[in-house]
């Protein structure tokens, strides 16, 4: 009975590691930051200074987007170089990977200005919260450039998404402090007219 209990006790602790691997995101950051590293992010709702990490775990920090959207975004390296390459992925369909097409979302070169740009939200994107990842790498060694594992160079940070669907109904704001609904003004026309019909 007891080594009934063990092998039970084994089985269960094998199956709880393998759900909270397969329940995370595989890991990436660099060697050494000494260097390069990302001081500034301006995404959305999102607006982070950081100093020097080779990994930065930032996802309490969140963005909200919503399907079709083009978001404009900021990013600001310290101690950059001309090698340096910045990379971001979305997991659009929240399966706790970066492999999917189209989920490396931007990769650009320095050019001693701030990395900067639009991204697209697809339609196709899942709703509800996902993860984005910002990685800087050194470009000579194209191998890292990756969205998972250790770079000799650069640093690599975590950040939260948020995707909602896009609003079906617009609102309006007339004069004076209320908020009426579109649908909601068309009804009260319609009745009206109903009404004097009669």
Known sequence: MKLYNIILLLIFNVFISITLIANDYKSAGSFSNKDEFISYVNFGSIVN????????????KIARLKKGQKQHFII???NSLP????LIWIDWNHDKDFDDKYEKVFEAKNNNKPFSGKLNVPNYSLLGKTRMRIRLVDSNFISQCKAYGNSFYGEVEDYSIIIKNVSCTSIIKPKGNHIINNYFVYALKNLKYGLSML
């Open 49 to 60: 200074h950081s100093g020097s990490s080779k990994y930065s775990d930032f996802t309490k």
């Open 76 to 78: 600001k390296l310290a």
């Open 83 to 86: 090698s340096n390459k910045l």
